[in-house]
């Protein structure tokens, strides 16, 4: 499984971001992906998981009602995006798209097994 990440960026406090990772075409299918972040000195934090065949959403506490995991696909390939709305500075951080089979919905980066290049987020005013 390969996974792409694209999207960050420096943007000021209350401003959005859109993320997108782009995996093979069925990829969203057959593992459940999700987003996880890791700033500066800190652990890695699962932020937003989305199902096999897109049915189900989990997003963590820090994030809800900010954050929105989606899924497109074509011919070619599978996109999972994350919209990043009103965003603060401890939204700063190294974002990455990870790929599970074993887990259905998840939060938690240790259940993940394949995973892609990071992107950088900055909030700064």
């Known amino acids: 499984v390969q996974l792409q990440a694209s999207g960050g960026g420096l943007v000021q406090p209350g401003g959005s971001l859109r993320l997108a990772c782009a995996a093979s075409r069925f990829t969203a299918d057959y593992y459940a992906i999700g987003w996880v972040r890791q700033a500066p000195g800190k652990e890695r934090e699962g932020v937003a998981c989305?199902?096999?065949?897109?049915?189900?959403?989990?997003?963590s506490d820090s994030v809800k009602g900010r954050f929105t995991i989606s899924v497109s696909r074509d011919d070619a390939k599978d996109t999972v995006y994350l919209l990043m709305n009103n965003l603060n500075v401890e939204d700063t951080a190294v974002y990455y798209c990870?790929?599970?089979?074993?887990?259905?919905?998840?939060?938690?980066?240790?259940?993940?097994?394949?995973w892609g290049q990071g992107t950088q987020v900055t909030v700064s005013p």
């Open positions: 990870a790929a599970s089979r074993e887990f259905s919905l998840s939060n938690n980066p240790s259940d993940y097994t394949y």
């Open positions: 989305i199902s096999q065949s897109s049915e189900k959403t989990v997003y």
